[in-house]
């Protein structure tokens, strides 16, 4: 059974920052993408940045220039660094994987359960 934990969440005050970390575990064989999604209050989830399993990264418009996604492959765990947070980037912030049990399994999508981020006075 893969299991995601995500942790780092919580309440900062604008222009603050905060680190979430999403560990992976559960006999997992191999990870290709990993990613982090959001959805504020009310809204639709929305993609916030991803990592291949090479190094490349992409972000959403939102957040280019103040976030940063990394991941350690020996620990399974991708990171994001979030920096100079805003009002609006207050949401539950989800860690995704692409991921195979064993050599020749397809590739699956695999969610965690979710961390809440609280930006405000």
């Known amino acids: 059974q893969v299991q995601l934990v995500e942790s780092g969440g919580g309440l900062v005050q604008p222009g603050g920052s905060l680190r979430l970390s999403c560990a992976a575990s559960g006999g997992i064989f191999s990870i290709d993408s990993m990613s982090w999604y959001r959805q504020p209050p009310g809204k639709q989830r929305e993609l916030v940045a991803a990592?291949?399993?090479?190094?490349?990264?992409s972000y959403a418009d939102s957040v280019k220039g103040r976030f940063t996604i990394s991941r350690d492959n020996a620990k399974n765990t991708v990171y994001l660094q979030m920096n100079s947070l805003k009002p609006e980037d207050t949401a539950v912030y989800y860690c995704t994987i692409e991921a195979k049990r064993q050599r020749g399994a397809p590739w699956l999508p695999y969610w965690g359960q979710g961390t809440q981020v609280a930006v405000s006075l």
């Open positions: 990592i291949t399993s090479g190094g490349s990264t």
